[in-house]
């Protein structure tokens, strides 16, 4: 599985972005698809979720309201749509795939960890300016 992340860039507080994530490879191994981001210092940071097959979304409390993820399958893309960007949300931002089984049995509970993505993108740089 190959992940291509694109669309970040430099915006003003307040402003949007869209990123996008292009998977190839055998996708029928994928559980879900995250957004996990890290800014300068600090320790990645689990960002936002969805399942391949049911389209289940799931956010950080951080980001919850401003962010949205989705998926177009036929594409093999998804995206992550942000409004109301804030300064702390700068960071660089990685798409992810998950193949793994503790997903698939414990989906609430393992769908945040990071542990869990075996599958990662380069990183896309998100710069947001106060």
């Known amino acids: 599985v190959q992940l291509q992340a694109s669309g970040g860039g430099m915006v003003q507080a307040g402003g949007s972005l869209r990123l996008s994530c292009a998977v190839s490879?055998?996708?029928?191994?994928?559980?879900?698809m995250s957004w996990i981001r890290q800014a300068p210092g600090k320790e990645r940071e689990f960002v936002a979720a969805i399942t391949w097959s049911g389209g289940r979304r799931y956010y950080a409390d951080s980001v919850k309201g401003r962010f949205t993820i989705s998926r177009d399958n036929a594409k093999n893309i998804w995206y992550l749509q942000m409004n109301r960007l804030k300064p702390e949300d700068t960071a660089a931002y990685y798409c992810a795939a998950s193949d793994s089984p503790h997903i698939a049995t414990a989906q609430a509970m393992n769908i945040m960890k990071i542990v869990f993505y075996d599958f990662w993108g380069q990183g896309t740089l998100v710069t947001v300016s106060s």
């Open positions: 490879g055998r996708t029928s191994s994928i559980y879900a």
